[in-house]
Nanobody
Framework: VQLQASGGGLVQAGGSLRLSCAAS????????MGWYRQAPGKRRELVATVSRGGTTHYADSVQGRFTISRDNAKNTVVLQMNSLKPEDTAVYYC??????????????WGKGTLVTVSS
């Protein structure tokens, strides 16, 4: 199973970016999908998650600015980021709990995508 993220880049403060992540490989189902981020010199932190049924959870720092969504048929998850701030600058990682066999669930990480917000 591979998670391929895209959509990072450079944006001015107040702008928007949309991150996408697609899971591929042998997949029998995907439970929680989410986005995490790691800023320079800091620990990786949760940004947002979405369950298979659509229940979402956000970090307080992004609540009201970011929206996470998923397409179960396409095994994709999207993070719409609005009103970006310089402190949102980080490498963003896609994460998913995947049933890679009918009886085996594993957690996967995608390669990060860099988001840079200039002031």
């Amino acid at each position: 199973v591979q998670l391929q993220a895209s959509g990072g880049g450079l944006v001015q403060a107040g702008g928007s970016l949309r991150l996408s992540c697609a899971a591929s490989g042998t997949i029998f189902g995907i439970y929680t999908m989410g986005w995490y981020r790691q800023a320079p010199g800091k620990r990786r932190e949760l940004v947002a998650t979405v369950s298979r049924g659509g229940t979402t959870h956000y970090a307080d720092s992004v609540q009201g600015r970011f929206t996470i969504s998923r397409d179960n048929a396409k095994n994709t998850v999207v993070l719409q980021m609005n009103s970006l701030k310089p402190e949102d600058t980080a490498v963003y990682y896609c994460n998913a709990d995947v049933l890679s066999t009918p009886f085996s669930e594993q957690n996967y990480w995608g390669k990060g995508t860099l988001v840079t917000v200039s002031s």
